[in-house]
Each structure stands twice: as structure tokens, then as C-alpha cells.
């Protein structure tokens, strides 16, 4: 894991609030929210429905802007960029995968993970090589010209997974990746996204209600009260990414509590099964 001593972040967060209108009244998801991820970090942010994950998802992502605080993407206050601007920024340096693959049934594995290039008006032998390339990187060499409706749930996911890092994101977004999988196939999902960041150094970012995912992430986080706490309080890997004074913070919110206490009896049952 990177030492933040010495890197500059990759995602600096500062002071971000985060409103919308809903039926004449404010609501604020996240409030005053601080965080940094440094390049190569894996982070799990768990949290309720309505906790205001995936808005800090979109967020990180650039697909949304904050009401009020700051974003920097290296050093660069990214939001001071133009739409155009962001639009290049987003297809350059951000990959993202949804819980739903979005593939289009029409074109092969292939083909689909071929298509950023395709619409970069990249080489299509060159985007070929490079698409063939990824799908054997996620265990599907051997579907190349599957059709997705010929795949399973999890191969599409892989073929999705594949595609978000076609143009060598920096950065991976993923939005309950493994919410319509069985456990046996998210926990391939989890697999392949560690070994990725492990063999190519992208760093990872996952929204997520899976407790079992949560565990495989060195980094979780919990949306409470619309900022960010350790998932276990003191995590001393969080410490210089999350503001001190919430280093200790324990879940205000009887469903984060919920969520705690599935990962540690998840944690607990494991261990127990090591022992035995």
C-alpha cells in the first residue's frame, strides 16, 4: 500500500457537500466530507441504501459535481476543467463498471470490450490485440466471440470488467460490481479485481453492500451521517486519509451498525474455519 508520506493523492476530497432539491426541500447526502486515495489503494465504501455511496461514487468519477467543497485528480482541481474538458478526463482516466454490465447484445466479447477504441477511432487491429489481451487477463480467452447472451452473469461482469480498463484507466469505479451474483461468482468478481491491482497498479474504488467484499478491500470506509469513518474505528491504515478526529468515529446509524457487525461475524466465521 502506498505511503502517503511521500505521494501525492490520487483523489483529494476537501470540504465536499453534497445537496439535491427534493420535493421543495434541501437534502444534503454528504456533508464536509474529507478523503484521500493514493495511487494503488483498493477502498470499500459500504453503506445503506440512500447513505450517499453512490453519489460519492459519481463524484470521484466526475459524472457529478459537488454543491459546495473541492475535488483535486493529482493535484489538478478537476471541476474547474470544462465539460468538454471532463469529458476527455473521464474517458482517459477513469474506468467504470456498474452493477449492471451495460454490454451490447449484438457484438461479441470482443467486440464489446473493442469499443472504446473502436469510438477513439484507435487502429482496429490494434484494439483487437489489446481487447483479446484483457479478456485472457480476466479468464475469458476462450470467449472471445460469445455473444453476451450466451455468457453467464459472471463472464459478462468479467467482459464488463474488461472493457472499463481498455483505455489503461488510473483509476476503477466500481458500483456494486458483484450485486446480481451468486457468492461463488462475486467471489471470482473480488478475485480478479485484487489480482488487477496488484499486476497493473489501478487503483480501486468499490461501492458496495457485500460484506464479503468489504473483507477482501485493505481500505473500508462507511458513508455515516454524510462523511466518511473507519469501518473498524482506528484503522491505522486510514490514518492520513480520513480527517483524525473521525479516526474513532463508531456508526451512528443502526443499518452502518448492521453492516459492521456482518463483515466481523464474516471475519470471525472465516477464522474459525482456518482453525479447524
Do not use: W, Y
Request: hydrophobic residues 40%.
Amino acid at each position: 500500500m502506498t505511503d502517503f508520506t511521500t505521494e501525492t493523492p490520487l483523489i483529494d476530497m476537501r470540504g465536499i457537500f453534497k445537496r439535491f432539491d427534493h420535493r421543495g426541500d434541501r437534502v444534503s447526502v454528504l456533508r464536509n466530507l474529507d478523503f484521500r486515495i493514493f495511487p494503488g489503494d483498493q477502498v470499500a465504501i459500504m453503506g445503506p441504501s440512500g447513505a450517499g455511496k453512490s453519489t460519492l461514487l459519481q463524484l470521484m468519477g466526475t459524472l457529478d459535481a459537488p454543491t459546495q467543497g473541492k475535488m483535486l485528480f493529482d493535484g489538478e482541481d478537476i471541476f474547474a476543467r470544462s465539460s468538454a474538458g471532463l469529458a476527455r478526463f473521464r474517458n482517459d482516466q477513469i474506468g467504470f463498471v456498474f452493477q449492471f454490465h451495460h454490454l451490447l447484445p449484438e457484438f461479441t466479447a470482443l467486440e464489446n470490450v473493442m469499443m472504446p477504441g473502436l469510438i477513439g477511432r484507435m487502429n482496429r487491429a490494434e484494439a483487437s490485440k489489446r481487447a483479446e489481451k484483457l479478456l485472457g487477463d480476466v479468464g475469458l480467452g476462450h470467449r472471445l466471440n460469445h455473444q453476451p447472451g450466451e455468457l453467464s452473469g459472471g463472464e459478462q461482469q468479467r467482459v464488463a470488467v474488461a472493457r472499463a480498463l481498455f483505455k489503461k484507466p488510473r483509476l476503477l469505479l466500481a458500483d456494486e460490481p458483484t450485486g446480481n451474483l451468486d457468492l461463488r461468482t462475486g467471489a471470482g468478481i473480488h478475485a480478479i479485481l485484487r489480482e488487477l491491482n496488484e499486476t497493473t497498479g489501478v487503483t480501486i474504488v468499490v461501492v458496495t453492500h457485500d460484506p464479503r467484499l468489504a473483507q477482501t478491500m485493505p481500505l473500508r470506509v462507511l458513508v455515516d451521517d454524510g462523511q466518511l469513518i473507519p469501518q473498524t474505528p482506528g484503522d491505522p491504515r486510514l490514518r492520513g486519509r480520513i480527517p483524525e478526529e473521525l479516526m474513532e468515529c463508531e456508526p451512528r446509524q443502526a443499518g452502518q451498525r448492521r453492516l459492521v457487525e456482518a463483515v466481523e461475524d464474516q471475519v470471525a466465521a472465516e477464522q474459525r474455519a482456518v482453525n479447524e
